[in-house]
């Protein structure tokens, strides 16, 4: 999940949008506005069109950062509350300022246009691997983020509806589409799709494992069975496939096995005693012994 305010913020969707061009013209001015004066949406919109177009390099897609760093700078200067934007002369300069911007964003987009160099689908999973953790569990090739614990019910997923249609356009195979609706905790869909991936000849470690956090995250009892089993068929095709060897700890842990749990997560620091992830398996080891 995202800090943004979505109160005030741009919501994902209206990000995306804005990168699509399919904004109305009044709603693009006031996204524009937003844009100048607030961090996070503006690294939210650098981040999609990382995703969209990875072809641009880091400069283009700083030149949104640089903007801002200017902007920030004319802040300083004047000392001027953003609470005073009403001022006419600041007007002014934000309008100049959202011509650029929407000048650096055009120039991105003609240089994705020309570019037109397709990426992968599992390159679009990756990025947004490395913006959110959705589960305690771990998908496979996922980086470490750490877990952010939110105040009663579970989070809900984060939406990225609009890039359904750019994995589609990519050809993404059952494994991708199920890992794109995974990581977005759409278990309605992400299950059927990994269900067959996992049927075709030589479904390997990965989409064993991914299943398993599938059916280990879907708040299903009936499924939460079959998420064990998955694991151990991930890790018979990889035995030192740590995402596996992690997840069937945890798998253990919700399933009340205490004991199984605690020589599962001696196994996995066994494969692996020096990354984030096993910080965090060493601190649930921990945990268990008291
Ligand atoms: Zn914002
Ligand atoms: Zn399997």
């Given at each position: ?20 061009g399919?904004l109305?013209?009044?709603v ?15 690294n ?6 990382r ?14 950062k ?7 700078k004319?802040?300083?200067n ?13 007007l002014v ?14 120039l ?6 020309r570019a037109?160099?397709p ?9 947004l ?13 996922e ?7 939110t ?11 609009l ?13 991708e ?12 869909r992400?299950i059927p ?14 989409v ?32 030192s ?7 069937l ?13 605690e ?11 020096n990354?984030d992830w096993?910080?965090e ?10």
């Amino acid at each position: 999940m995202s800090d943004r305010d979505h109160g005030q913020c741009l919501t994902d969707e209206t990000l995306t949008e804005y990168l699509e061009g399919g904004l109305e013209p009044a709603v693009k001015a006031a996204s524009e506005v937003h844009l100048i004066s607030c961090d996070e949406c503006r690294n939210q919109l650098a981040f999609f069109m990382r995703v969209l177009q990875p072809d641009v390099t880091l400069e283009e897609a700083n030149s949104v950062k640089a903007i801002a760093a200017q902007w920030g700078k004319k802040t300083d200067n004047r000392a001027m509350p953003q609470r005073k934007l009403m001022f006419p002369r600041l007007l002014v300069a934000l309008a100049s300022v959202a011509a650029v911007l929407v000048i650096s964003v055009m120039l991105v987009w003609i240089v994705r246009e020309r570019a037109a160099e397709p990426k992968s689908a599992s390159e679009v999973v990756q990025l947004l691997l490395t913006q959110n953790r959705p589960f305690e569990s771990r998908m496979a090739g996922e980086p470490h983020r750490p877990i952010i614990r939110t105040r009663g019910s579970e989070s809900p997923g984060v939406s990225y509806s609009l890039l359904a249609g750019e994995m589609t356009r990519l050809s993404a195979n059952s494994h991708e589409m199920g890992r794109f609706y995974l990581l977005q905790k759409d278990f309605g869909r992400a299950i059927p799709y990994l269900e067959i991936a996992e049927r075709e000849v030589g479904a390997g470690a990965a989409v064993h494992n991914d299943l398993g956090v599938a059916y280990l995250e879907s708040g299903n009892a009936a499924q939460l069975e079959k998420a064990g089993s998955e694991f151990l068929h991930a890790l018979q095709e990889d035995k030192s496939f740590a995402a596996a060897a992690f997840n069937l700890a945890l798998f253990y842990e919700r399933t009340n096995a205490g004991a199984q749990a605690e020589a599962q997560w001696k196994r996995y620091l066994e494969l692996d005693a020096n990354s984030d992830w096993a910080t965090e398996a060493w601190g649930r080891l921990q945990g268990l012994s008291h």
